[in-house]
């Protein structure tokens, strides 16, 4: 597969003198497969538009290694770009175009070129973005004198745009996309960040990590102007500093950009948000843009993954490691040793999974990840409530941390020793059923008990945090035993996953408007029953009103502290064992087991 690339199986683009449907665009043959449309009813309304294409080879095996590949179809997926000749650069790009004299509509004009660095955008652009005569046709610039943000530039460029007609629509996701390929323009291709990247971990992994995070803020893929506007706060608790966040930073969908997403054809490709497809994907109305997004290959115990930071940034340096192949998450021995390997290789950074469980699990559990970054973790910070020995793993400090969940975390100096031991507690806590406690193994078959794992440095030893979790569910708790109890639903109703497992809490939008709500409620005695936007509170409130003399001063202040006290409740209930003598009695027996 070596001497066979994407741009001899797929153009670029083709060229065409006037708009047709794209079933009327011949596609060019080759010895290797045949190339169509993902959606061939479309009719260009632009000079330049980019479509979905997709190859279909006469023999998988020989192409099933180049960049686009689509191992559960067996297909390559593309895009290329569509030129309307006869639409003028200066026109309204309304779609009407001036007929020409002679035209052949089957057969259009295909340019190649040679392909970039994989699965990055080629640097054609879309008419919205290459028409350099409507962007060139203003007042030279005058001296720039102080910097500016870099979404303040794109805000003034797209605002140019929509009003003269180069970006049609102005929703979120018509922005995003538009500056997303706008900064794609402008960023070093996969090879060059690599390269930097490599070249600044031979000087130390943090200066690695440190130059990819701000390069990551730099072309705007980390969008900080969002992330800035997530509230957070730190609570001190029974059981250390607990981080609250109010996540404002993914935007709400606009109703006009849901219908175009409804009405899209989905390819499948890139199979998730995941996958290293990503890397410089053009995207669409019902997937981001990447065309500015950048992944670092490394290596977790001899197998392929990729480092990349989450666009959303919950906190500092928050990454994403992700396996090369689009597979099933999974909690075994071997992703303990993949931790234990990441925090060796990264020992600034902390690396964890989500359990491999639904209820209990991430929100992708199709493909295999971890999520780490450069935080101390409240979990973290938290110290052994009492020890104990494992037979057969003397070596290693084991023990059951002070924490609303239910932790045994372990201490040693080899990984292989470390992992081993993991994988003992794993596979007995896969097989343990005590009804007494109502743990239970499996119902009908069904398997309930797993672990969210974390590991981390702690000093010069390795630090392996095994957070025992159960996803079964009864017609009291449909939603899981295991999980937010309907009274705290208020403040919390979805799964808590890793993030949340460690002590801080990533709490919905809704919360920053209901918040404020309440809080006027409150300080002019208002009903709180009777406004629909709150009444959902009132009963919490009653709780806890009593025990304050609120003032405007200090009401929020107030009401940050009454959240976090749910979210602390929110993980006692996310606990197996219980923080109370029967529930640590019930632990222990499981310690016992072992």
Avoid at 449 to 463: F, Q, S, V, W, Y
């Amino acid at each position: 597969t070596s001497t066979v690339q994407v741009s001899s199986l797929i153009p670029n683009n083709v060229t065409i003198d006037q708009p047709v449907p794209l079933s009327e665009i011949s596609l060019p043959k080759n010895d290797y497969g045949t190339l169509s449309w993902v959606d061939d009813s479309s009719v260009p309304s632009a000079r330049t538009q980019v479509y979905d294409v997709v190859f279909h080879p006469y023999n998988t095996a020989d192409l099933a290694q180049i960049s686009g590949w689509d191992g559960k179809s067996d297909v390559i997926y593309s895009t290329v770009t569509v030129v309307v000749s006869s639409i003028n650069k200066d026109s309204d790009h309304s779609g009407s175009t001036e007929q020409s004299d002679e035209v052949d509509n089957t057969e259009a004009e295909v340019t190649e070129t040679p392909e970039t660095d994989e699965n990055t955008e080629s640097s054609e652009v879309t008419e919205e973005i290459s028409d350099n005569e409507k962007m060139n046709n203003t007042p030279e610039n005058p001296e720039i004198t102080e910097s500016r943000a870099v979404c303040e530039i794109l805000e003034d460029m797209m605002t140019y745009a929509h009003e003269n007609g180069i970006m049609k629509e102005d929703t979120i996701t018509a922005k995003d996309l538009f500056d997303t390929k706008i900064m794609g323009c402008i960023t070093p291709p996969p090879s060059v960040v690599r390269a930097e990247f490599a070249k600044r971990y031979a000087e130390s992994p943090k200066e690695a990590t440190n130059y990819y995070y701000q390069f990551s803020q730099a072309t705007n893929y980390i969008r900080k102007d969002r992330i800035a506007k997530d509230e957070k706060w730190v609570t001190d608790t029974e059981y250390g500093p607990i981080d609250i966040t109010i996540n404002l930073s993914k935007p709400e969908k606009d109703p006009r950009d849901i219908a175009k997403a409804g009405q899209a054809k989905k390819s499948g490709y890139p199979a998730c948000l995941l996958c290293k497809e990503n890397e410089g994907y053009a995207g669409h109305f019902s997937h981001p843009a990447r065309q500015n997004h950048r992944v670092i290959p490394i290596k977790l115990d001899g197998q392929n993954y990729y480092l990349q930071y989450s666009p959303y940034v919950y906190y500092n340096e928050h990454c994403i490691i992700f396996n090369e192949q689009h597979i099933p998450m999974k909690i075994d021995y071997a992703v303990f040793r993949k931790l234990l390997d990441f925090v060796r290789q990264y020992p600034h950074y902390m690396a964890g999974s989500n359990a491999d469980l639904p209820i209990v699990g991430g929100s992708i559990l199709s493909h295999d990840h971890f999520q780490g970054g450069g935080y101390v973790f409240a979990m973290a910070k938290a110290d052994y409530e009492r020890k104990f020995v494992i037979p057969g793993f003397e070596s290693i400090t084991a023990g059951i941390v002070k924490w609303p969940m239910s932790v045994i975390r372990l201490q040693g100096d080899d990984m292989e020793v470390m992992a081993k031991a993991a994988d003992h507690i794993l596979t007995s806590w896969r097989a343990y059923t005590d009804a007494d406690a109502f743990i239970f193994s499996e119902t009908d078959g069904v398997p309930h008990n797993t672990i969210t794992p974390i590991a981390r440095m702690h000093g010069d030893k390795l630090e392996l945090d095994l957070v025992l979790r159960n996803n079964i569910t009864t017609e009291e708790c449909p939603w899981g035993v295991y999980h937010p109890s309907a009274d705290l639903h208020h403040i919390k109703k979805e799964n808590i996953g890793l993030i949340e497992v460690m002590g801080l809490a990533v709490l919905p939008a809704r919360l920053k408007g209901e918040m404020a709500e309440l809080s006027k409620a409150i300080l002019a005695g208002e009903d709180i029953r009777k406004n629909p936007l709150i009444e959902k509170h009132a009963d919490w409130v009653d709780a806890w009103i009593g025990n304050y003399e609120i003032t405007a001063e200090n009401i929020t202040e107030i009401l940050h502290d009454e959240i976090s006290k749910v979210f602390v409740k929110v993980l006692e209930c996310a606990g197996v064992y219980k923080r109370t003598e029967e529930g640590q009695a019930a632990f222990m027996r499981f310690v016992d087991s072992l």
